[in-house]
Each structure stands twice: as structure tokens, then as C-alpha cells.
């Protein structure tokens, strides 16, 4: 089902592109798998939100909990699970922030409660109650009143370059399909791994 003579990028691009036209749910929602300093593993939901500059692009705070496992330690992986179709794309890789320029550009995209949420949330912190958010979300409404909402600089992007790509098919009987490219150097190095 891969053609290892095509860029994996190609294939990844070909792939989102079906399921987001099989109207698989939230098809750009991938989990994202980080490591403390300790060592102690911790994943979530985040969304893909562009493939650029040979990663892949999602945003978020960074002084959140996944900002401060990527600063301590930048090796992460990437899940995205289409059970409907029986596939998933494994990516592991390096996560490196983005430039200034490149998370004010999405930013400003952003609905604006959503930038507003960016600056009223200490995302990952213990909070008191619900009305403490709310507050804050009334205070910087406020501030920002009749204004364009700026990037805080807390909150921005990462780009995960990846070191390997995993292309997983299920198959009756368990028999599943899994095809890899790994970096090596500048190249990709390919095979398929037993399921």
C-alpha cells in the first residue's frame, strides 16, 4: 500500500486527504507523546495544523505541561489513529519551536475567543474553580476591547521534524501492513516491520 520509490510526505499528504474526504472525525487530531526531565511519559490530543519546512506544525502554550516536557526534552512522537480506515501514522521526531513570525501569522487566524483564551489560561496549572477562568477571560476581553488580540509570547508553535515515519494498515487476522522510513543522514532509509 506504500510505495517506498515516493516521498513519505507524499504519502502522508495522500492519506490525510482521503480520510478528511471519508469524513473521518477530527482527521487532523493526532496524540502527541512527550517525556519529562524524570523521564515520565505524558500524551494528549493536539491538532496538525500545517506540514511545512519538512515537519509537522501544531500550537500551543508553552509553558503548559507539553511545553515544558518539549524544553526539557524535545524527542516526541506523533499518533494519528483512523480506526474507520484501519490506519495510523506513527511519527517520532525532534520538536523545535517556530518562528515569531509563523505563530502571529496562525495566531491571527484564531477566533478571537480562542486568542483571548490564550492569554487567560495558565494552561496545565491548578485553577480554583470555573468562575476564576471566566473572570480572567472577562478581564482580558476587556483589555482588549475593540482592539486586534496580539500573540502572547508564551503561546506559539512547534514543528516536529521527524527521524521516522510509520505508515500502519490493519489487515484480518492481525496480518497488518506497517511501512517505515527512517532518517538516516539525509535520506530515508525504508522497510516494513512485522506486524
Same mark, same amino acid.
Given at each position: 500500500m506504500i510505495d517506498f520509490n515516493k516521498d513519505p510526505f507524499e504519502h502522508f499528504d495522500r492519506l490525510m486527504k482521503e480520510a478528511v474526504a471519508k469524513q473521518v !472525525?477530527?482527521?487532523?487530531?493526532?496524540?502527541?507523546?512527550t517525556v519529562d526531565e524524570k523521564g515520565v511519559p505524558s500524551v494528549r490530543i493536539v491538532y496538525l495544523k500545517n506540514v511545512s519546512q519538512g515537519g509537522f506544525v501544531f500550537f500551543g502554550n508553552y509553558t503548559s505541561h507539553k511545553g515544558r516536557d518539549i524544553e526539557a526534552n524535545p524527542h516526541v512522537c506523533l499518533n494519528f489513529h483512523w480506526p474507520v480506515l484501519w490506519q495510523q501514522i506513527r511519527i517520532t521526531g $525532534?520538536?523545535?519551536?517556530?518562528?515569531?513570525?509563523?505563530?502571529?501569522?496562525?495566531?491571527? $487566524?484564531?477566533?478571537?475567543?480562542?486568542?483571548i483564551g490564550a492569554w487567560a489560561s495558565h494552561q496545565s496549572d491548578i485553577i480554583p474553580d470555573r468562575d476564576w477562568l471566566a473572570r480572567r477571560v472577562r478581564e482580558y476581553e476587556k483589555q482588549f476591547d475593540g482592539q486586534v488580540v496580539p500573540r !502572547? !509570547?508564551?503561546?506559539?508553535?512547534?514543528? =516536529?521534524? !521527524?527521524?521516522?515515519?510509520?505508515?500502519?494498515?490493519?489487515?484480518?487476522?492481525?496480518?497488518?501492513?506497517?511501512? =517505515?522510513?527512517?532518517?538516516e543522514g539525509n535520506a530515508w532509509k525504508t522497510f516494513m516491520r512485522s506486524p
Open positions: !472525525p477530527e482527521a487532523n487530531a493526532m496524540s502527541l507523546a $525532534t520538536a523545535q519551536k517556530i518562528s515569531a513570525a509563523e505563530s502571529d501569522a496562525y495566531f491571527a $487566524t484564531r477566533a478571537r475567543l480562542s486568542q !502572547p !509570547p508564551h503561546w506559539g508553535g512547534w514543528r =516536529v521534524i !521527524p527521524s521516522e515515519i510509520e505508515f500502519w494498515f490493519g489487515l484480518n487476522g492481525r496480518l497488518h501492513e506497517r511501512y =517505515v522510513y527512517a532518517r
